[in-house]
């Protein structure tokens, strides 16, 4: 008898052995393989969020040509509703208040797919290891990575340079021909409702689209989602 509970208890140890490394391995898999180029994994997960979107687009304010300067840093949660059960979804909101980009974020192991939404434009975010791939309208627009958002495809022209300085007020970016933005840095920020961007001078569209995506990059992403 004390043999055959002693075998039992070997074996429901192995047991649970071998259950515990199926699950990491299948979770690590996981992990890595949302991250593969067309990988089915990251395609599944980024129409569960497209599909999560379409339940709020209606709440969003039309993006004009001076919305760029009145987004603000403040944000709103949405409530979950049927196809975001796996998503933290909300709002960035204007200073004056009105819902003017939603964001759906899933979250896989300690990455993130970020999909955010003006009434016009859709940006997604995969964050990798280091790096993070911006994509615009369905369109790979670029990888952010040491601090520079680099152009897709072999040439990897700089589209932009953050210069991050967090004990000042407001960290820099850096765009082609000169155009120079200020992303406001959260935990300097003052006032109840400060901008999340200054400007010098308006931006062309595709200056515009470029720097949109690095202020969502910066808080959607690389930030803490409030």
């Known amino acids: 008898m004390r043999f055959l509970f002693s075998f039992l208890v070997i074996v429901l140890t192995l047991a649970f052995f071998i259950t515990a490394v199926i699950y990491l391995l299948k979770r690590a ?11 089915a994994v990251f395609q599944d997960a980024l129409y569960r969020l497209r599909q999560c979107a379409k339940e709020y687009l209606a ?26 059960r796996n998503a933290y979804v909300g709002y960035l909101l204007s200073i004056f208040q009105e819902p ?5 974020i899933q979250k896989v ?8 939404r003006t009434h016009d434009r859709e940006f997604v975010f995969r964050q990798k290891e280091k790096a993070v791939d ?36 407001h960290s820099e970016l850096l765009l ?3 155009s120079t933005v200020s992303l406001t840095n959260r935990e300097r920020a003052l006032g109840p409702n400060p901008r999340a961007a200054v400007m010098v001078k308006a931006l062309e569209t595709r200056e515009e689209d470029v720097a949109l ?14």
């Open 29 to 39: 898999f996981g992990d890595w393989t949302v991250f593969r180029p067309d990988s």
């Open 59 to 84: 709440e969003l304010v039309p993006w004009d040509g001076e919305m760029f300067s009145l987004l603000s840093l403040r944000q709103s949660r949405a409530p979950r509703k049927g196809e975001c």
């Open 100 to 104: 003017v980009v939603l964001y759906c």
């Open 109 to 116: 192991g300690k990455h993130k797919i970020v999909l955010a």
């Open 134 to 169: 911006v994509w615009l309208n369905g369109a790979p627009l670029g990888v952010f990575s040491g601090n520079a958002l680099l152009s897709a495809g072999k040439e990897e022209k700089v589209l932009a340079e953050l210069r991050e300085k967090p004990s000042e007020l």
């Open 176 to 178: 082609p021909g000169g």
């Open 213 to 226: 995506a690095l202020v969502l990059l910066r808080l959607l992403v690389l930030g803490e989602v409030k």
